[in-house]
T-cell receptor, first 114, second 111 residues
C-alpha cells in the first residue's frame, strides 16, 4: 500500500532533550516536506527536500533540522526542543514537487514539550 | 515571503446550501493554488487545485475560481452534505515546492 508513515505518532518530552521524528514513504517520491499545524495558524512549512541531499527552508525553520540521505526517509530533528515547538507535525511527499503531483500527507505526530 | 489570508474562519450552512471560502495572497509570483480538506483527527487531503493560467476549475460539487489581478481565489461547494463538514485550507506556492497555507475554515453542514 502506498503510504507516508511517521513515528512516533505521539511524543511527550522535556525542554532540551533532543528528539527525532521519522518520516518514510514507499512511493519513490523525490519531494518531501515537513509542516507544523497550530490552532489558528493553519499549516506552516518547516523544511522541504527536492531530492537526496537537497533541502531548503520553509517559512518556520528555526529550531529544526532535517536530513535527506536516502530518498524514502526525511527525518525531522529537534536538537533542543522548547515548549513553543509543541504542535502537530505532518510529513508529506509527492513525486516531483510539480503542479500535477498530488501531495500525500502522513498521519501526523503530536509533540508536547514540557 | 508569501502571505495567505483565509475567510471566514468558521462557516455553518444548512444541508443542501452552498458554501464559499475565500483566500487572498500577496506574492504575484505564486502560480499554484491547492485546497485541502482535513477531517477531525485526520491528515489533510487535496480536494482540488488550480494553476495561475486557469480562471476556474470544477470537480462535481466543488469548484475553485482564481482572480490573478485581485490576487484572490475561492472554493465553492454546492449542495453541501454532512460529510463535507471539516476544516478546509487554501494554499499558494510558486513552483509548488515552497507552500504557504491559509489559517483554515471550519465548515459545519447542519442536517
Amino acid at each position: 500500500e502506498a503510504q507516508v508513515t511517521q513515528n512516533p505518532r505521539y511524543l511527550i518530552t522535556v525542554t532540551g532533550k533532543k528528539l527525532t521524528v521519522t518520516c518514510s514513504q514507499n512511493m519513490n517520491h523525490e519531494y518531501m516536506s515537513w509542516y507544523r499545524q497550530d490552532p489558528g495558524l493553519g499549516l506552516r512549512q518547516i523544511y522541504y527536500s527536492m531530492n537526496v541531499e537537497v533541502t531548503d527552508k520553509g517559512d518556520v525553520p528555526e529550531g529544526y533540522k532535517v536530513s535527506r540521505k536516502e530518498k524514502r526517509n526525511f527525518p525531522l530533528i529537534l536538537e533542543s526542543p522548547s515548549p513553543n515547538q509543541t504542535s502537530l507535525y505532518f510529513c508529506a511527499s509527492s513525486l516531483w514537487g510539480r503542479f500535477t503531483d498530488t501531495q500525500y500527507f502522513g498521519p501526523g505526530t503530536r509533540l508536547t514539550v514540557l | 515571503g508569501e502571505n495567505v489570508e483565509q475567510h471566514p474562519s468558521t462557516l455553518s450552512v444548512q444541508e443542501g446550501d452552498s458554501a464559499v471560502i475565500k483566500c487572498t495572497y500577496s506574492d504575484s509570483a505564486s502560480n499554484y493554488f491547492p485546497w485541502y480538506k482535513q477531517e477531525l483527527g485526520k491528515r489533510p487531503q487535496l480536494i482540488i487545485d488550480i494553476r495561475s493560467n486557469v480562471g476556474e476549475k470544477k470537480d462535481q460539487r466543488i469548484a475553485v475560481t482564481l482572480n490573478k489581478t485581485a490576487k484572490h481565489f475561492s472554493l465553492h461547494i454546492t449542495e453541501t452534505q454532512p460529510e463535507d463538514s471539516a476544516v478546509y485550507f487554501c494554499a499558494a506556492s510558486e513552483g509548488y515546492q515552497k507552500v504557504t497555507f491559509g489559517t483554515g475554515t471550519k465548515l459545519q453542514v447542519i442536517p
